[in-house]
């Protein structure tokens, strides 16, 4: 029988707050503030640099009319099912439990970490005692204020799934993936399946494309749907950033955003509906020739890759027994390797922001404090290199190009924001992230923000008045570690606006 855990104490109390800021009357639902229609739309692993009037004419033209976050935060680790579950609950990966593309679960697999597709998900699901999220999502607050949220995605089924992954009352529709399983034979006799002729992506960001016109851009639509692309992800990491495949990509996904312009104005619907930009992360070119569980094995802090001596998921390092000597010893080892940047660690006192181990960050500096969360997480070294197609950032990992470091050109994003509850053309300075997305929905429908939430209601974008933000602080955390062979020095960059700290970028000297 499975035991109540925290987090489903924090839905009490937040089921409690909904009680007491909607009333007694248990057969009223919330009288919302706005009942105009949100839709969310994530290009992934969209840089900034890509929005040109040539590349995406249709997001370049909207972008001239939004409100802009010019300093908005992808969510680090900057891979795709970390923010996902960022995004869908508000809350950073040491609060929902999701810290990689692959994650560490022993009771799946107790010698090595597992994926993160639908089907990876729910052996998961089957084997722990607790929530796949440690946190509230917005579907769920949507349900309980008797609304639901949609999910179109022409990407992996975990990042589908975990958008909404307990559907609440809602859907998630997927080429891979229909839920609920209730609604998969209407939706497969309405649009059939996505087509095999031709370009395979091409095909799936039509198919969602057509899916999202259908049942989430009309009058009955769900208060909130939100649609993913799957590119310039997908090709960038193939054949590189500004490659010609990427291009093209950039600029189908970009036409297929066209289509819901213009089919939110031919239906009138243009004064009915906000639209949110974002991204899941940037994106940086591989130069790196260095596997860590290669390196690992090679200094002999791992027997062999099937091991359960040192268990790796991405960049997340968990060492047998928390074995404090070893721990140490493989962390020494990194900061003496140039492709190694960040290295992080637990905290040495409880909120400290230092790692217990010399010359780290702690796992709370970076918002990942969790009970899931390795002993060591390593990103990748990085510098300004330009590629050849004249697109600076590269890092040390290895591959085409790709994401999930610490780098200004993985974590620098754009917000944007248009509709009846925006304010026109108000750019914000301030810092954002993809945590602040679902609080500020629920601003402007007037929804409580659960507690676990760590984001924040993006108000000076908001027609509505809100509380003030205040000033934005830059701080700089410095922690470096002298060796026989020299300094490590690691410097985290953060935004600090009140209570709340965006994890800027980070970056590596050796000397």
């Not at 799957?230 to 490659?243: K, L, Q, T």
């Amino acid at each position: 029988m499975k035991t109540r855990s925290a987090t489903s104490i924090q839905v009490l109390i937040f089921c409690f707050l909904m009680f007491r800021a909607f009333g007694q009357n248990n057969t009223a639902t919330p009288a919302l503030v706005s009942k105009n229609k949100t839709l969310i739309v994530f290009f992934d692993g969209l840089r900034p640099d890509y929005i040109t009037s040539g590349q995406m004419p249709n997001l370049f033209a909207f972008r001239q009319k939004a409100s802009v976050g010019k300093h908005h935060h992808s969510v680090f680790p900057t891979v795709t099912r970390v923010n996902s579950a960022s995004y869908a609950t508000g809350s950073y990966p040491g609060t929902h439990g999701i810290l990689g593309n692959a994650v560490y679960f022993p009771e799946v697999n107790k010698n090595k970490s597992v994926g993160t597709s639908y089907n990876d998900l729910t052996k998961v699901i089957g084997a722990i005692s607790e929530p796949l999220l440690s946190a509230v999502t917005l579907g769920e607050v949507l349900q309980a204020a008797g609304e639901r949220m949609m999910v179109f995605s022409s990407g992996t089924t975990g990042q589908a799934f975990l958008q909404n992954y307990k559907v609440s009352g809602g859907a998630v529709i997927n080429p891979g993936l229909i839920l609920p399983d209730s609604i998969k034979a209407k939706v497969l006799a309405d649009l059939g399946e996505a087509s095999k002729e031709g370009s395979e992506d091409q095909n799936r960001h039509k198919w969602v494309t057509d899916a999202l016109l259908k049942y989430s851009v009309n009058s009955k639509a769900p208060l909130v749907s939100a649609i993913w692309f799957s590119d310039p992800d997908g090709a960038a990491h193939e054949h590189g950033i500004g490659s010609d495949e990427a291009v093209s990509a950039i600029k189908f996904v970009d036409a297929q955003f066209g289509r819901i312009l213009e089919a939110i104005e031919s239906r009138g619907l243009r004064e009915q509906y906000n639209i949110i930009i974002s991204t899941d992360h940037g994106f940086v070119t591989h130069n790196g020739n260095q596997e860590l569980s290669d390196f690992l094995i090679k200094e002999g802090f791992k027997k062999d890759k099937e091991s359960e001596d040192v268990i790796l998921a991405e960049g997340s390092i968990y060492v047998k027994d928390h074995d404090q000597e070893m721990i140490e010893k493989i962390v020494t080892a990194l900061h003496k390797q140039a492709w190694v940047g960040a290295v992080f660690t637990k905290a040495r006192s409880k909120g400290s922001l230092k790692g217990w181990v010399e010359g780290t960050f702690s796992f709370d500096a970076a918002h990942l404090n969790h009970k899931r969360a390795g002993d060591i997480l390593v990103a990748p070294n990085w510098n300004d290199d330009k590629n050849t197609k004249d697109f600076a950032g590269t890092d040390f990992s290895t591959g085409v190009a790709g994401h999930g470091g610490s780098s200004p050109y993985e974590i620098h994003i754009e917000l944007m924001a248009a509709g009846p509850d925006f304010k026109k053309l108000t750019d914000t300075d301030l810092p954002t992230s993809n945590v602040d997305i679902a609080p500020t929905i629920l601003g402007i429908y007037g929804l409580p923000v659960p507690p676990q939430m760590d984001g924040r209601i993006i108000h000076e974008i908001l027609k509505k008045p809100g509380d003030s933000v205040g000033k934005m602080v830059q701080e700089t955390l410095v922690s470096e570690v002298t060796y026989p062979w020299g300094i490590y020095k690691l410097t985290l960059y953060m935004s600090v606006l009140g209570k709340y700290r965006y994890f800027t970028f980070s970056k590596t000297e050796r000397r």
